[in-house]
C-alpha cells in the first residue's frame, strides 16, 4: 500500500492520526494545527493583555511541560508581550516529586523562565509523606487538593504575577464534568468548564489546553522530543478521579468526540437562581486570610484536623463539627501564614552557562 499524504499539505507523508479529529498528518502539519488551536483558544478567550506576567504552573509532568513549551512558543510568535515564570508546588512525596522537580529545573534551563519553588513542608509544616502516614492513601487526595490550590495563589502572589496558566486538557476537563454529575455537585458543575476563573481574593488562572486532547500533548511531547517526567503520583491510584478517567476512556474508544461532547454539554449547563442564592457568600478566612465560604477555609480546616491529630474529623463539613465539640484549637498549633503577608521567597534565574 502506498504511502499516506498528509490531509492538509498534500506533500508530505502522513505519519500520525489526530485523535481529536481523525485526520492522517505529517509531523509539521502536525506542530502547527496543535500550537495555531491553542492559539485560538487563547486569543478567543482574551486571556492575556501585553505585558501581563504569567506563573506557568510546571509539575515537571507532560501537561505542564508542553504548556510551558508552547506558551514560549507562541509568545514569541504572536508578540503576546508577556512575561513568563515557572512555578512549582513541592507536594513532599519521596520519589516522586522530588524526581520530577529536577525535571522542573532542567525546563528551568531549556525554556530560559525564572523559577520559583514553594513546599508544602514551608507553608504548611507538613510534607504529604508525613499526611499519608497519619490518613492513610484513602482521603489523601482531598489534603493534597486543597493544599495545592492555595500554595499556587500563594507562589503566584510573591511573583508578583497577574495570572496562573496551567496544563489541565480536555480530558481532564471532561472527567470533572463527570465526577460531580456522579457527586452531584452542582455548585461545582456550574462552573468547571471555565476556562478562567478568579475569586475577589485569588490571582486569575486560566487553562489554555482546555480543549487539547491528553493523546496529542503526548504526541506533541515525544516527536518534539520535550524533556518531561512520566511516572505517575504514587498516592493517586486510589483517587475518586480514577473512576471517571477509565468511564472517559471506555466512552472515547467508542466515540473520540466525547470528550469535546461532554465539555460543551457542561458549558450549557446552567445552575438555578435558587440553587445560586442558597450557596454559601464568599469571604475570607479568619485564621489565614484566604478567600473561603466559612470562617476557617478548607486548607486551615484541614491543617488544624492534621495538627490535632484528628484529620480524618475535618474531611466534611458533618464531621468537622465532631471535631468542634471537643473544643476550641490549642494556641500552640500550626497555622498557615496571613495569605497578603506571605514572605517572597527568592526566584531562581537561568544559569547563563
Known sequence: MAPTSCSLCRDAKAILKRPKTGQQICKNCFFFV?????????????????????????????????????????????????????????????????????????????????????????????????????????????????????????????????????????????????????????ARLGRCTSICTQGEDTIKRSKPFKYAYEKEIVMYAYFKKLDYFSTECIYSPDAYRGHARTFLKDLEAARPSAIIDIIHSGEAFEVKEEIKAAQKAQQTCKRCGYMSSNDLCKACTLLEGLERGMASSVITDRARKNMDAMGPAPDNIRTIPLFRSTPTIAVELPSQS
Open 34 to 186: 496543535f500550537e495555531t488551536e491553542v492559539h485560538h483558544t487563547i486569543t478567543e478567550s482574551e486571556l492575556f493583555k501585553p505585558g501581563d506576567r504569567v506563573a506557568i504552573g510546571a509539575s515537571g509532568g507532560k501537561d505542564s511541560t508542553v504548556l510551558a513549551y508552547v506558551m514560549k512558543t507562541l509568545n514569541e510568535r504572536y508578540n503576546y508581550g508577556l512575561d513568563l515564570f515557572l512555578l512549582s508546588i513541592d507536594e513532599g512525596i519521596t520519589g516522586y516529586r522530588d524526581d520530577s522537580l529536577e525535571t522542573v529545573k532542567r525546563n528551568q534551563q531549556q525554556y530560559d523562565m525564572p523559577l520559583k519553588i514553594l513546599s508544602y513542608d514551608e507553608l504548611y509544616g507538613w510534607t504529604m509523606d508525613a499526611i499519608v502516614e497519619q490518613i492513610g492513601k484513602k482521603n489523601n487526595c482531598t489534603f493534597c487538593g486543597v493544599f495545592r490550590r492555595q500554595a499556587l495563589d500563594r507562589g503566584a502572589a510573591s511573583l508578583k504575577v497577574d495570572h496562573i496558566v496551567t496544563g489541565h486538557n480536555a480530558d481532564d476537563i471532561a472527567e470533572t464534568v463527570l465526577m460531580n454529575i456522579m457527586r452531584g455537585d452542582i
